[in-house]
T-cell receptor
Framework: DAKTTQPPSMDCAEGRAANLPCNHS???????VYWYRQIHSQGPQYIIH???NNETNEMASLIITEDRKSSTLILPHATLRDTAVYYC????????????FGAGTTVTVRA | DTEVTQTPKHLVMGMTNKKSLKCEQH?????MYWYKQKAKKPPELMFV???????INESVPSRFSPECPNSSLLNLHLHALQPEDSALYLC??????????????FGPGTRLTVL
């Protein structure tokens, strides 16, 4: 799987959009970008995934650049409950069960 | 039911004890996972079961013994652990997909302390 690079930490004001960047310059054509988050003392939680088109669900939006070398997770209206470590993960073929977590970005939402 | 449950939530054991961690899901998922997470580190994959058969063992020491008795249950048997094995043990499950890799659903974890 391609490696990812994320900033170690970022702050966000409550009610504002949080934009979390991720670089994955070695991503290959059949690899998807996944985002998970882990709130303190809980298990990781799936957020969203995408291949090349932008995606949106009830939790977040995922913007993938045209060359697919980077992506941005957008939390449209951050709340204090969004404070967590956010992991950007690139995964390949269907039988690739391995979810390789990097260091992630620690996001702190401040009131 | 969209939950993965794990018991116990906390476990303290001595190095000579034998204990087991349990994980259960009722989402019909046929892939189940054990991860280990040390403090301030990301989770690391230990084992994967697919259709109740062990498909991945990430070179985990034999003092950790996984078991998948049926499609809903996953156990992790612990014996002769070391203090450095103290960690959060996470269970996850997913569909077995023929297309893209399926998203994994995680339980809350068991916080293990080895004395």
């Amino acid at each position: 799987d391609a490696k990812t690079t994320q900033p170690p930490s970022m702050d966000c004001a409550e009610g504002r959009a949080a934009n979390l960047p991720c670089n994955h310059s070695t991503i290959s054509g059949n690899e998807y970008v996944y985002w998970y988050r882990q709130i303190h003392s809980q298990g990781p939680q799936y957020i969203i995934h995408g291949l090349k088109n932008n995606e949106t669900n009830e939790m977040a939006s995922l913007i993938i650049t045209e060359d697919r070398k980077s992506s941005t997770l957008i939390l449209p209206h951050a709340t204090l409950r969004d404070t967590a470590v956010y992991y950007c993960i690139v995964r390949g073929r269907a039988n690739d069960y391995k979810l390789s977590f990097g260091a992630g970005t620690t996001v702190t939402v401040r009131a | 039911d969209t939950e993965v449950t794990q018991t116990p939530k906390h476990l303290v054991m001595g190095m000579t004890n034998k204990k087991s961690l349990k994980c259960e899901q009722h989402m019909g998922h046929r892939a189940m996972y054990w991860y280990k997470q040390k403090a301030k580190k990301p989770p690391e994959l230990m084992f994967v079961y697919s259709y109740e058969k062990l498909s991945i063992n990430e070179s985990v020491p034999s003092r950790f013994s996984p078991e998948c008795p049926n499609s809903s249950l996953l156990n992790l048997h612990l014996h002769a652990l070391q203090p450095e094995d103290s960690a959060l043990y996470l269970c996850a499950s997913s569909q077995v997909s023929s297309g893209r890799a399926a998203e994994q659903f995680f339980g809350p974890g068991t916080r293990l302390t080895v004395l």
